[in-house]
Nanobody
Framework: QVQLVESGGGLVQPGGSLRLSCAVS????????VGWHRQAPDKQRELVAE???????STADSVKGRFTISRDSAKNTVYLQMNSLKPEDTAVYYC?????????WGQGTQVTVSS
């Protein structure tokens, strides 16, 4: 059973940084694609960044150059490093794992960018 536990959200001022963590249990990284999605109030959930089983990372144009996804296989954890945060980055951030026809979501962590 794949389980995801996110952490690292919080309140940060514009221009600040946060690092989100997604601890993955139940399956090795090489079999799954792990992504970070976010959902702001009254908006659809959107993909922010993802990393494939082979280690290929990609990020959405809206966060390119500011957000970086990475993973630590020894810790079974995927990270989302967020720099130069803007108020429009405020959202609930969700970790997602998908493999074959399956998908699993974490519980989400709130990120608020405000002065």
């Amino acid at each position: 059973q794949v389980q995801l536990v996110e952490s690292g959200g919080g309140l940060v001022q514009p221009g600040g940084s946060l690092r989100l963590s997604c601890a993955v249990s139940g399956m090795g990284f090489r079999f799954i694609t792990v992504g970070w999605h976010r959902q702001a109030p009254d908006k659809q959930r959107e993909l922010v960044a993802e990393i494939t089983g082979g280690g290929r990372a990609s990020t959405a144009d809206s966060v390119k150059g500011r957000f970086t996804i990475s993973r630590d296989s020894a810790k079974n954890t995927v990270y989302l490093q967020m720099n130069s945060l803007k108020p429009e980055d405020t959202a609930v951030y969700y970790c997602n794992a998908r493999w074959l026809s399956n998908t699993r979501w974490g519980q989400g962590t709130q990120v608020t960018v405000s002065s």
